[in-house]
């Protein structure tokens, strides 16, 4: 996906043409309680998805604990360039977009945008959500696949609120621990207003341990899409900084199935 080499979303046509297959696309949302695992599945998915050659563009929203750092290598990443220039901009257009998009070296299908290591929500001028919006719009013109990795605090991080609202699917996070439900019970009443569409959310419980019980987490969430298992493999990369490193362990396999399945369902891929 990485335009700078003539290669985004128009590579060899003549070497990929047989591979072409119709994307019908969208902007996927994900969203839930702190330590969720909001980060760990948008990027998984993101990964998932360049890995079938489908373009896909990763849109990190977390301006206090900027992700980058942690996802993989600093040698990994060909341009750092950052989100809070596209969001400083009065107006944001398809080139900026494009001259602030990170591209990771490993598969050009898959591109970032997202806050550099050491900046912070007060590094650039405020935004409005217009700006917010501007840049949603134009991410799922520029690559039919867009992830959205929103902050949990979308009463005061706009670009979150707006994703929520402007997606086309929410993928609602929350972990297995009474944390997790308090800070939902706090945070749906917010999520009440005709504006956030309860029928486009996607309820997952995440990080389940083995010893935890995701069964009764239903009974207090309702009705629940996916179920994604504790990885110790994820954890480590993780806390290594290879989060978009490949998982080869068996304890893996259900944890990868999982992100499949929200793959299929969300994509269709």
Not at 68 to 90: K, M, T, V
Not at 102 to 123: P, Q
Not at 189 to 205: E, F, I, T, Y
Request: proline share 4%; hydrophobic share 40%; with cysteine.
């Amino acid at each position: 996906m990485n335009f700078m080499k003539n290669s985004l979303f128009q590579r060899n046509l003549e070497q990929e043409r047989e591979e072409e297959m119709p994307e019908e696309g969208g902007v996927l949302a994900v969203w839930g309680s702190p330590s969720s695992g909001k980060t760990v599945v948008s990027v998984k998915l993101a990964e998932h998805l360049a890995k079938k050659k489908r373009n896909v563009i990763l849109i990190l929203a977390d301006m206090v604990t900027p992700p980058l750092p942690y996802l993989c290598a600093p040698s990994d990443i060909e341009q750092e360039r950052s989100l809070g220039s596209i969001l400083a901009a009065s107006h944001v257009t398809e080139n900026l977009i494009k001259k602030n998009c990170m591209f990771y070296r490993k598969n050009d299908y898959l591109s970032m945008v997202g806050m550099l290591k050491g900046e912070n929500v007060f590094t650039y001028p405020p935004y409005e959500k217009e700006q917010a919006a501007e840049l949603l719009q134009l991410a799922a013109q520029i690559a039919p696949y867009v992830i959205v990795d929103c902050t949990s605090n979308i009463a005061s991080d706009i670009l979150s609120a707006v994703a929520l609202m402007e997606a086309d699917t929410v993928l609602r996070l929350a972990g297995c621990d009474l944390k997790s439900i308090s800070y939902l019970s706090s945070q749906l009443p917010l999520l009440s207003d005709h504006k956030w569409d309860a029928d486009k959310q996607l309820k997952a419980v995440s990080n389940i341990r083995q010893q935890e019980a995701s069964s009764h987490m239903e009974q207090i969430l309702g009705s629940v899409s996916f179920q994604i298992p504790h990885s110790s493999e994820v954890e480590a990369q993780f806390l290594e900084g290879e989060l978009l490193g490949e998982l080869g362990l068996k304890e893996s396999r259900t944890f990868r199935r999982e992100i499949e399945k929200i793959s299929r369902e969300v994509f269709g891929v």
